[in-house]
Each structure stands twice: as structure tokens, then as C-alpha cells.
């Protein structure tokens, strides 16, 4: 199947700094890819959706100034968490899907925030 | 109320044993229903997915839709500790947007 990686896998920082998380599809194009946040023992909570070239479409409730996503290319799409605070702890889920995948959405195996 | 129900568990069973999981939901216009299984700090992964109504099985796993009481279910048969997990019920209805159930932690004790 389709591979998708994250990186990093963790990370600690400091409150009031930025923090990046990749998204790579590996070994397809990605036109769509998915940014999910979950917390311990809750369903994956969807943030945004991005298509490649296109500014993100992000779910009510989402902080677009906090939660700054870049699709630029069909293969990585960034997340950048600006200013964070101990809140914002949590475990970041990506995903990717693209034509040559179908409807599928094939998930990255997390980045682990924590915000000291 | 919630797109899509599902009972977090814990679940606990021995192995060998029969493990049913399950999922509600409500909209009607979903369509395509899937099953991920993730490990602790993993990613989920696909596990099977069904169109419509009916089953699908494969291998030790099998899902079932009833779209007229919007339930679905997956079923574990001789459950091994390897299958220890959490497990994501995921709906769709068309559109590329997911909806998640929140997860049922399995834990097959040898």
C-alpha cells in the first residue's frame, strides 16, 4: 500500500515557540491531504483539508492563524503550530489521498506534541 | 448527537475468543464504511471496508453494514494478542471527508 511518513515522530518545546510537522507521501501523489488532531482515548478530530496549490479549508473551530498548513507540492504538506501553548499538546495525525490511490486516505504515523 | 457512536471500551478477551465491535451512526447518506486498526502512538491503518450493505470477510475479520439500522459491526474470530489494539470505525458518503468513530481499545490476553 501507499506510504505515508511524518516527521518528526516527537517533539518538546517551549511555550510561545513554533513548531513544524512534515507530511510526505512516499511513493504517490498526494492532492489531498488530511491534518488530524487526537486526543487520549478520542476519536481523530479533523482540522483541515488541503489540496495541493490551494489554501487550506480548515473545520470550525480551528485556528487558521494558529494552525498554519502548506501543500506545496503533491508529495509534502506542512503543519505548523505558531505560538504554542501546553493546550496544544497532543498527537498530530496526517493523512494523504490522491487519484492514483482512489478514496482512500493513507495515514502517517503521528507526531507526538508536547509543549512544555 | 454525534455522526458516528461508537463504545470505547476498554475491551478485554481471551485469546482465541470472538470479538464483536460495533459502530452507530445517523446520517443516512453515508456510503462507504470502513474499519482501522491503530497500534499505541501509530497511525491508524485500513483494516477492510464495505460499500453499502451486506458482509465482507477476509481471512480471521469480517464486516458487516445494515444500513437500515445504520450499525456496523466487525467481527474477530480466534483473536490473537497481535490483535491487540485500538480500532476505528470510519464512514464516508461520498466526499473525501472522514467521519471517525472515537475507537474501541481491544486487549487479547494470552
Known amino acids: 500500500g501507499a506510504v505515508v511518513s511524518q516527521h518528526p515522530s516527537r517533539v518538546i518545546c517551549k511555550s510561545g515557540t513554533s513548531v513544524k510537522i512534515e507530511c510526505r507521501s512516499l511513493d504517490f501523489q498526494a492532492t489531498t491531504m488530511f491534518w488530524y488532531r487526537q486526543f487520549p482515548k478520542k476519536s481523530l478530530m479533523l482540522m483541515a483539508t488541503s489540496n495541493e496549490g490551494s489554501k487550506a479549508t480548515y473545520e470550525q473551530g480551528v485556528e487558521k492563524d494558529k494552525f498554519l498548513i502548506n501543500h506545496a507540492s503533491l508529495t509534502l504538506s506542512t503543519l505548523t503550530v505558531t505560538s504554542a501553548h501546553p493546550e496544544d499538546s497532543s498527537f498530530y495525525i496526517c493523512s494523504a489521498g490522491g487519484t492514483s490511490v482512489g478514496w482512500e486516505q493513507y495515514f502517517g504515523p503521528g507526531t507526538r506534541l508536547t509543549v512544555t | 448527537q454525534k455522526e458516528v457512536e461508537q463504545d470505547p471500551g476498554p475491551l478485554s478477551v481471551p485469546e482465541g475468543a470472538i470479538v464483536s465491535l460495533n459502530c452507530t451512526y445517523s446520517?443516512?447518506?453515508?456510503?462507504?464504511f470502513m474499519w482501522y486498526r491503530q497500534y499505541s502512538r501509530k497511525g491508524p491503518e485500513l483494516l477492510m471496508y464495505t460499500y453499502s450493505s451486506g458482509n465482507k470477510e477476509d481471512g480471521r475479520f469480517t464486516a458487516q453494514v445494515d444500513k437500515s439500522s445504520k450499525y456496523i459491526s466487525l467481527f474477530i474470530r480466534d483473536s490473537q494478542p497481535s490483535d491487540s489494539a485500538t480500532y476505528l470505525c470510519a464512514m464516508r458518503w461520498g466526499g473525501n471527508q472522514f467521519y471517525f468513530g472515537t475507537g474501541t481499545s481491544l486487549t487479547v490476553i494470552p
Open positions: 446520517n443516512s447518506a453515508f456510503q462507504y
